[in-house]
């Protein structure tokens, strides 16, 4: 048996036969902090290969230097599930020719185990490794916790090189991504910048309308009938999700409720509830913070799953079908219930689907929690800029001003409105923004089509359109 | 999402739209203890499919009412990788039209990832499993510990089917097999006798000649040269090899050499010396007995591998390939070093490689422990009845009346015979054997092909033919 270790990232792409017009792909648990796609990138242009397909699971600011790839056609097609606002701006004025294909967390490995987006060479930012490449994310000082996303990457690439900063001796004990799927292992000076991977605590919102939607939220909760023992929820990491996970933590351990498992990216407050027993398990495809780093290299109930397991339709089943409850953002919700979170007031892309759509089908209860309007642009609006989520998959918003419930859950419905929320209309809720901000001047985005956004069983479900 | 708990056996393998001429596939973790493949194979004749292709990682006696099955056309063909002792008088005696074909716990997964060996339909006894198919052998009445050879099974089938007697709640907390690869989930009232799947405790033997290889053997291996930091070993379940471990550990303990890991089937030998620091890791595809369930499922360092991790050659490395020493058995070995694990010394099948070609090929050193002769018949002979492992994977011979080196591997010979170890030659052990049993009057199968022997890289080394 040959070593897999080779000295540089250069040798480790040549011997993996990357050629122009080749695809290859990056996993984002490092977020804001990886250094791999700009180190990898930067060498390929070096080498002189051009016209990539580059399929990254999210994008961020980080990895602005992309502009310069996309500009010198190293990079000419982009497929992600999600996009900050840096790069986002530049997508949407027109910098790459071809759209960027955007999908969601599910519908990414659906279509790599499909072989629609086939990967040549995927290259997996690993925070521990062995020379073999059983690699994990859970120690070294790059440490980010879950790799989940790495997984379909690493099972259907063609080939597969792992990038390490903490290069251990085999065998590494609690491997994630097994060896048996990596074909080259490089040592590196550091994979990312720890400040940017992993924030010290993420923190609830001290926003007083951020507080009433959170306590809203959980009242919606409470009602819904979904809430009693064997309860699954998942939330994200805004400062709004963050205190309803909080006060439904109190509602849970005051009411003696044993929940069967909170899924998705997992935060600290997360990791409490599982350790006040609020839990069983935790089902994990990536670590918002160092508490739930620290959990899931510890806690055995702390589970990491693949993105497969978390959300593709192209398994057998996934996690996303067994939740009760998720509570997902958006930056704009229409009176259809369709959700936007691809772009801003302004049209341009500065987000993306990420788990959104997937755990909107999949949940019993697909909540949005927005204000009523933001920097005096109002949320609910007639027609959404861009479908991200369609509105058959959400059941309720939670606004700082009520409740809209989705007409087609009139079960729902009944229940608030015995319990004696504040449920309105979408159109109330549309009206009430409006008398407070004016009628917007919503920006168009009518320019040749920047992105397509695919929902996650294949269907293209809407265009984002260059701007200026 | 519909669930896939489905009331019987026998819907679960309509809804599998199993049909005649079609593969089935079993793993073999429950041993002697299995109740599912009799329970399935029972349930398909009595739907009337036959010409069934049977792929099982093992088969034993407790297997032995698939004669009937065989008999009445509903299995026309096996492939597996061992056969105990009564099927395997059966298949000798020339049971099937079609041979058998045998290969090893790599080359099964290997054949099934490759698609040489497609599985139609599943079935994987768990004993635990939620409603979903997440699945483990850790827990429950019929706890195995790993599931390393259904891995395959579960990834590469079209359809999979979990058959558990132990149903938890949604999710089973610490699964091996996630619900990604799960087609149906039934629950049966139990899959299988625990005096059969482990024992209480393997012994080490107490016979003197078994002592003495054993004491040989670890002198082999403490002058090989690889005893050192970062040691890695496989053993298998005989007496004497148990007995070699034990005494490795002892040495280890006492030069205070810290291994890195030790793989394959698992007994609490390797528990102890995990847990006595010889080790940092056990790499398990299956565990052999109680002290060995209970660790795998509380001792984070003892990990389940997948037949993949442990031996595929289609595998990017497997785990095999990084072992220094492997100790291994014999019915017979010839002067050429070839070995034969398959046939007894009348010619009849009674075995399989198993891992033993695999971890061959492998291993730095790999040493075979027999006695010179069993049952006045020697085990040393000019050519073996069957070629399991070819010689050239083989460096030493070590019986109770010396060690003979392949020549092959001249360091090893020099560094035995500078450490003063009774090295002798693979003829002078013969006629050492021969001298005390006389020389046999050796069995010859002579007739038609019963069996193919299938190398871990596709390639048939011998062929088994029938007595009688």
Redesign the interface.
């Known amino acids: ?1 040959e070593t ?1 270790l080779v000295k540089t990232l250069r040798e480790a792409i040549e011997l993996a036969g990357l050629e122009s017009g080749m695809s290859v792909s990056f996993h984002h648990h490092l977020r804001n902090g990886d250094y791999t796609l700009n180190m990898v990138m930067d060498q390929i242009a070096e080498m002189g290969i051009r016209n990539l397909t580059l399929n990254a699971s999210s994008l961020f600011d980080t990895h602005l230097p992309l502009e310069k790839h996309i500009r010198n056609h190293v990079v000419s097609k982009i497929n992600t599930n999600y996009m900050s606002a840096g790069l986002g701006r530049l997508i949407s004025e027109g910098l790459m020719e071809e759209p960027v294909d955007f999908r969601t967390h599910g519908g990414r490995p659906r279509d790599i185990a499909l072989g629609i987006t086939p990967i040549d060479v995927a290259f997996i930012a690993a925070p521990a490794s062995d020379c ?2 059983n690699c994990s994310g859970k120690f070294g000082p790059s440490a980010c916790g879950s790799l989940g996303y790495a997984f379909p990457d690493a099972m259907y690439a063609k080939k ?1 090189i792992v990038i390490t900063d903490h290069l251990v ?3 590494l ?3 994630s991504i ?6 080259y292992v490089v040592e590196v000076d550091a994979i990312g910048n720890p400040a940017g991977i992993v924030s010290g605590t993420t923190k609830i919102t001290r926003d007083p309308v951020g507080l009433i939607m959170a306590e809203t939220a959980v009242k919606v909760i409470a009602h819904s009938g979904l809430l009693k023992d ?1 309860f699954s929820f998942q939330t994200g990491a805004g400062g709004a999700s963050l205190a309803a996970a909080r006060f439904l933590m109190d509602v849970m351990l005051r009411d003696n409720i044993k929940g ?2 909170a899924s998705g990216g997992i935060t600290g407050y997360l990791v409490d509830m599982l350790n006040a027993g609020c839990f ?2 935790l ?1 994990d495809v990536q670590c918002f913070d160092l508490k739930a780093v620290e959990s899931i290299r510890t806690n ?2 702390h ?1 990491e ?2 993105a ?2 978390y959300a ?1 339709p192209a ?5 996303v ?2 939740l009760d409850v998720v509570i997902l953002g958006a930056t704009e919700v229409d009176t259809q219930f369709n959700v936007n979170v691809h772009t801003d007031s302004s049209g341009y892309i500065m987000g993306g689907s990420g788990g959104h759509s997937d755990t909107a089908a ?1 949940a019993k209860l697909a909540m949005i929690i927005a204000p009523l309007f933001r920097a005096r642009l109002p949320i609910v609006t007639d027609r959404v800029s861009c479908i991200s989520t369609p509105g058959k998959d959400i059941d309720v918003l939670v606004t700082q001003r009520g409740v809209a419930v989705n007409p087609k859950n009139q079960e729902l419905l009944l229940r608030l409105k015995d319990a004696g929320l504040p449920v309105t209309e979408m159109e109330t809720l549309k009206h009430t923004a409006e008398k407070i901000t004016g009628t917007p001047k919503k920006a168009v985005a009518n320019g040749r089509a920047v992105a397509n956004v695919i929902w996650r069983d294949g269907t293209q479900i809407d265009t984002i359109r260059s701007i200026g």
């Open positions: 048996m897999k073999a490449g597969v001796e085999y065998p004990s609690g491997w097994p060896e048996i799927y990596v074909d064997g069967s498992f069983r398990s089902m055995p109930n589970h799953i693949s497969m397991h593709s398994a057998a089943s996934a996690v079908d067994k999949g």
